[in-house]
Every structure is written in structure tokens, then in C-alpha cells.
């Protein structure tokens, strides 16, 4: 098969406070991404009124209950001072909502036909243009693995690694961590689905029951993980150590926004402020249109 006729599925979770950004994004994706790609917003039923305008003939935007079980994952209208949502796993109690976008990131794999899958924060934008194309090396796919288990400026992640390694039952432990943690990650669609199968079969429970314990984890470690010490030499990846997103990950008062985005390294394709850090999304407009 040739690579120009691989499908892709764009994969962006979001949530009412990041719905400008989510826009913002979606403008990016259509401005700079090719490639046989179709994108899929995923937002909670409550918020769906503020992503339906998103959608399009290469886009469509989802419910988490289009995707999850809702025995599994409940959530509650409830909000603390209008910024928090209570959501629940009957069988575990409370769950953080970025780790249910995690549970829904997996499942949209699952779900998903497509061969390939770019996982897109809603919380980044593109800058510059990218080929899927040039993810594959013949049946393999771009996976990145970085030499370090934690990401560049943000924090520890040895308790992903930990939680990882028990999912997947892993033993003996490797000697050496990696990092898999990006902005923008590629998934191998058939890869994903062992993966899912995996825990599935290792724990005797579905894997969104198993992965929804309170204790955190990491989908993008999960997968790394399995690909590298579980699939192994058959995984159908190669890796590659450059990340894809210019990422600022704690607030920085020496730099202004402007300034952290002119400077990108070779790789970087898009840039992301986490959401917490309240960017100005008028100087994110205006370093996306400069790009266009």
C-alpha cells in the first residue's frame, strides 16, 4: 500500500474552557496538515454547543458517551466556582478530568478505523505545514521516545512509568526510562487496539475499568511502553527522539508569549501553551494568522 493512501485520524479531546484554543487549532489543522486525515473534536455532552460549529466535511465532533460505555464514566453537571466538573467511575469513585481524557483518547482508538492516529491537544496550534506522509517508513510509524522519562520543563513522570509497567505487567523493570509524552503523538491504529486488548486479557477486566483507578497514568507512556518492552521487535514503529510541539509547560514571567514562540527548533511544527497558564489567545491568533 502506498503511504499517500494511509488513513489518518486527528484525535483532540477538549473542554469548555479550551474552546478557543480548540478553534484555534482546528483553523491550524486545516491551514497546515495533508494527508488523507479526518478530524475528530470529543467534547462532554454539556459542552457540545460550544464545538458543534466546528464541524465540517474532514471534521466531526464527538460526545464522550459516543465513545464510553456510560456505566463506566458518569460526570455530573456540578461545577466548584464555575472551573471543575466532578466526574466518576462507579466501581472507583471520582476520577481527574484529564486523566478521563486519557480513558477517551484510548477509546477513540478503539473505535477509530483509520490506520494511524495524531493525538492533538486542543491547547496547541500548528505553525507550520506537515506531511503524515512523512510519519511512515515503509509499514512502520513515527513513535517518539525521548531519552528522558520526564518532559522538558514540565514534571516528574516516574508514577506514569511506575503505573505503566503494572498495567502492562512488565517485569523484570527496564534499567533504562523513556519519554513519550508529547503535545502531538503518533499512535499505530492496529498497535493501539493490542495494546487495549492486552491490559484487557492481562487484568481479566475491561481496560477502561482497569485504566480508570484513581492512581494516574499516562496513555502516551502506556503505549510507549507497550511497544517497546511487550510487541518489541514487531511493533510496528520506529522511533524518533524530536518532538513535534514547542511546548510551554509552567509559567515563564522572563519571556513574553511572542517571544517564546518566535524561537522553534528545525522539528517543531506547533506550539502549545498549557491552558492553565491563560495565554493570550489575541497573541495566539495573530502568530497562527503570521503563519498562514
Given at each position: ?179 513519550y509524552i508529547d503535545n502531538a503523538v503518533t499512535w499505530h491504529g492496529s498497535l493501539v487496539k493490542q495494546m487495549l486488548n492486552h491490559v484487557t486479557e492481562t487484568h481479566g477486566r475491561h481496560w477502561c475499568e482497569y485504566l480508570s483507578k484513581p492512581a494516574g497514568i499516562s496513555e502516551y507512556t502506556l503505549y510507549g511502553y507497550f511497544a ?65
Open positions: 500500500m502506498q503511504a499517500a493512501e494511509r488513513s489518518w485520524a486527528i484525535v483532540t479531546p477538549s473542554y469548555w474552557r479550551d474552546a478557543k484554543r480548540c478553534e484555534l487549532l482546528c483553523r491550524s489543522v486545516d491551514a497546515h496538515v495533508k494527508g488523507n486525515w479526518h478530524h475528530y473534536v470529543i467534547a462532554a455532552e454539556a459542552d457540545l454547543h460550544l464545538f458543534r460549529h466546528l464541524a465540517s466535511l474532514r471534521r466531526t465532533v464527538l460526545t464522550y458517551r459516543d465513545l464510553l460505555p456510560h456505566w463506566k464514566i458518569q460526570t455530573t453537571a456540578n461545577r466548584f466556582g464555575a472551573e471543575r466538573r466532578i466526574w466518576w467511575t462507579w466501581r472507583h469513585g471520582p476520577i481527574a478530568g484529564w486523566q478521563v481524557q486519557q480513558i477517551i483518547k484510548m477509546a477513540a482508538a478503539e473505535w477509530a478505523k483509520e490506520e494511524a492516529l495524531l493525538y492533538c491537544d486542543s491547547d496547541m496550534f500548528f505553525v507550520r505545514g506537515v506531511d503524515l506522509n512523512g510519519f511512515w517508513r515503509g509499514p512502520n510509524l513515527r513513535m517518539l521516545r525521548s531519552s528522558e522519562a520526564g518532559v522538558p520543563e514540565g514534571p516528574p513522570h516516574s508514577d506514569f512509568v511506575t503505573t505503566s509497567l503494572a498495567a502492562l505487567k512488565i517485569s523484570p523493570v527496564p534499567e533504562k526510562t523513556h519519554g517497546d518492552y511487550v510487541a518489541g521487535e514487531a511493533a510496528p514503529v520506529f522511533h524518533d527522539s524530536q518532538s513535534l510541539c514547542k511546548t510551554r509547560w509552567n509559567k515563564d514571567d522572563s519571556e513574553t508569549v511572542a517571544a517564546f514562540c518566535s524561537k522553534l527548533d528545525p522539528g517543531h511544527v506547533a506550539l502549545a501553551f498549557q491552558s492553565f497558564l491563560d495565554a493570550d489567545q489575541a497573541t495566539l491568533n495573530r502568530v497562527f494568522e503570521a503563519s498562514v
